[in-house]
């Protein structure tokens, strides 16, 4: 039975809407000092190094596990980017709480979706529904990303399993009442010698089981990440999750999952520090006017809107493709950490020049600052390295230039429509690779064919840089063709990675720039305004080592009217307004 029948028959969640409004009420006003869940509170248990315990307790209370449980199984999960909105306000308010409480439990839980059987898989739903949580222990300090050099064991023996060896770096491993565990499962060379096993702690043997210390880390100070030893521990031989030998091809399904959610879901804290930037600002005198009134400082927050902006739609984008393309988001997902990462790092750091001296300021009104650009650094390394996508994508560049390059089909047009019906997610779906198939990036020269007529600078800098793009990809197939295999692997050289970067450029502009376009029915008037898909594909044309462009002052002068327009109404500044409702870092545009 695939996941996608199974859904169809369960009985549906509440709304989204809904269940922003109930989030939103247990998080509270984060500007009250008395709020349990507020900035205060957040800030004492960072400096303390612990996670919030009334955060876990609210969320807890609120039932936020079950946006990691398919709805078949009891659970609210029917779309990732409904997933992906939930998590967002977890993030703006505290991302300890976000990955500590609910994030490393949907990393472990997809796999059991993917590979699990029955009873596996309503154990892992009833585990989860009751307030538990599931730890996932891929790595080894000594291997990194590597995973075909594990060196845990689960080898048989006696009808059984026995776990030998060590996991590290683990998040909640101390806390978690099950692990999903990635395992050498035969002494044989090759990757079918590895598979996943899911073990309730209950199975698990103590005096054989040795936990490590924790380790404290600069971001992310209240996440409990450590490790376990097992020493000739037995589990049950029916803990493998799937057949046996499939480990790494189950790994590489989840990733695909939770490369693309986990990066969106942490642009809820890129939105939260511009909110506090623009209050620190627009309060802060210099010269005779408010900082806000600098045309320098306009000019960088501008900017980091774009980039933010660009970054929200090209995730959106990759996360529908889960539901509408799993054949081909093998390249999606390693596409969207390895831009979306950099993107959000980068803005952050332009956000802290702009509040100079007050953004490392561990008190006062910008306070929360400081917690989110450390507390953001893991999305450039954690669960997998910017540089482990572009290794992944590299060998499927060939393939690609001679095969979906040249046949030039269009994604579908639901792939571009944010917040629109989804069909259901069908983990069983998922490739292993795209072999050859990739619609999204030929998306832009179909689009730029059928773009509407309009007047203005937007408009003439969307065609030419739409132009600008459609080029660079037959570049790209051209340059990619005449690769020696030589170059591409780990070895490759410099010239060979660079193509990923600009074939990345070339999927972003392509999401953004239809996006736009099928949005003039859409209802949604800030999609349907050429600005900022004008301001991201003029960002996106920055020659690679050069500072970001400066935005013209026509695209500059629209989206600060915009950004203005959504500190006053508390609408954030992601690519779909929220409701001043859903609204998690205080009363909209209040001065703190």
Request: aromatic share 6%; proline share 6%; net charge positive.
């Amino acid at each position: 039975m695939t996941t996608a029948h199974v859904t169809a028959a369960a009985p549906a969640p509440a709304s989204l809407p809904a269940r922003l409004d109930a989030l939103a009420a247990v998080l509270g006003d984060a500007d009250d000092p008395a709020n349990p869940l507020g900035d205060r509170a957040v800030l004492d248990a960072d400096e303390r190094g612990e996670m919030l315990t009334a955060g876990e307790e609210a969320l807890h209370a609120f039932g936020l596990n079950a946006e990691f449980v398919p709805a078949y199984l009891g659970g609210r999960l029917t779309r990732l980017d409904h997933l992906v909105d939930v998590m967002r306000a977890v993030y703006r308010r505290d991302p300890c709480l976000g990955l500590g409480y609910g994030a490393s439990s949907f990393i472990a839980g997809v796999n059991v979706w993917t590979a699990g059987d029955d009873t596996q898989r309503r154990a892992a739903a009833a585990l989860l529904g009751a307030g538990g949580r599931i730890a996932v222990a891929y790595h080894e300090l000594a291997h990194g990303n590597d995973m075909t050099r594990t060196e845990f064991t689960a080898l048989p023996a006696g009808g059984r399993l026995l776990l030998d060896g060590r996991k590290e770096v683990i998040t909640n491993v101390r806390r978690a009442d099950a692990l999903v565990l990635f395992a050498r499962t035969s002494t044989a060379p090759g990757s079918r010698s590895h598979s996943q096993l899911y073990a309730e702690k209950t199975d698990l043997a103590a005096d054989r089981t040795a936990y490590l210390p924790r380790y404290r880390t600069t971001g992310m100070r209240g996440v409990q990440l450590g490790g376990v030893r097992f020493d000739a521990c037995p589990l049950p031989a029916g803990s493998v999750l799937g057949a046996p030998g499939r480990g790494l091809e189950t790994a590489l399904r989840s990733f695909q999952i939770t490369r693309t959610t986990l990066v969106s879901m942490s642009a809820g804290i890129v939105d939260s520090a511009l909110e506090t930037t623009l209050r620190h600002v627009r309060a802060r005198r210099l010269y005779g006017r408010t900082a806000a009134d600098l045309p320098h400082v306009r000019s960088v927050v501008t900017g980091v809107f774009s980039d933010l902006l660009a970054a929200d739609c090209f995730a959106t984008v990759g996360t529908r493709a889960l539901h509408l393309l799993p054949a081909e988001t093998a390249i999606h997902a390693q596409a969207v950490k390895f831009f979306v990462s950099q993107a959000l790092l980068d803005a952050m750091n332009r956000l802290s020049g702009v509040l100079g001296a007050a953004f490392y300021l561990r008190e006062g009104p910008a306070a929360r600052f400081q917690k989110l650009l450390r507390d953001i650094q893991p999305v450039g390394f954690g669960h997998a390295a910017r540089a482990a996508c572009q290794v992944s994508l590299l060998p499927q560049l060939p393939l690609l230039a001679r095969r979906a390059w040249r046949e030039g089909h269009a994604a579908p047009s639901a792939l571009f429509a944010p917040g629109e019906e989804l069909p259901p997610l069908d983990f069983g779906a998922l490739a292993l690779s795209a072999a050859g198939r990739e619609s999204l990036g030929t998306s832009l020269a179909a689009g730029l064919a059928a773009m509407p007529d309009g007047q203005g600078p937007a408009y003439r800098l969307l065609r030419r840089y739409g132009e600008h793009f459609v080029r660079e990809l037959t570049r790209l197939g051209e340059d990619c063709a005449a690769l020696d295999p030589a170059e591409l692997s780990v070895t490759a050289s410099p010239y060979a990675y660079d193509l990923t970067s600009r074939y990345v450029g070339v999927l972003v502009a392509a999401s953004c720039f239809e996006t736009w376009r099928r949005a003039r029915h859409s209802g949604t008037p800030f999609l349907s305004d050429p600005h900022w898909a004008a301001a991201a594909l003029y960002r996106l044309s920055t020659p690679r080592g050069a500072p970001p462009r400066t935005l013209p002052a026509p695209l500059e002068d629209a989206l600060w009217e915009r950004l203005s327009e959504r500190h006053r109404t508390g609408g954030g500044y992601l690519l779909l307004p929220r409701s001043p409702h859903h609204h998690p870092v205080g009363t909209p545009g209040r001065q703190q």
